[in-house]
C-alpha cells in the first residue's frame, strides 16, 4: 500500500499532465486506462513528477514501471533517501 500523501500529490500531477480534474488514479491503472495517456504525456508525467517530488528516475526505472502502484513505489524509494 502506498503513502496516502505521495498517492494525493501524484494523483494531482495526473490531473495537471492530462488536464483532467476529475481524474482519481488507482494503483492498478496503466496507460490503457487513461485516454490522453501517450508517449508525450508519458514524458511529461516523469518529468512533472521528478519535479514534483524533488526525484529523478533513470530510464531502467520508468521501463520496468507496469502500473500506478509501481510507480508510487518508486516515487517513495527516491523519496525516502
Known amino acids: 500500500m502506498s503513502d496516502p500523501t505521495i498517492k494525493q500529490r501524484l494523483n494531482q500531477v495526473f490531473r495537471d499532465v492530462f488536464d483532467r480534474p476529475d481524474l482519481e488514479i488507482t494503483e492498478t491503472m496503466t496507460a490503457s486506462d487513461i485516454k490522453e495517456w501517450d508517449s508525450l504525456n508519458h514524458v511529461i508525467l516523469i518529468v512533472a513528477t521528478e519535479k514534483a517530488f524533488s526525484v529523478t528516475f533513470?530510464?531502467?526505472d520508468v521501463k520496468?514501471?507496469?502500473n500506478i502502484g509501481d510507480f508510487l513505489a518508486?516515487?517513495?524509494?527516491?523519496v525516502r533517501r
Do not use: D, F
Open 58 to 60: 533513470t530510464t531502467k
Open 64 to 66: 520496468s514501471l507496469k
Open 74 to 78: 518508486l516515487i517513495e524509494t527516491r
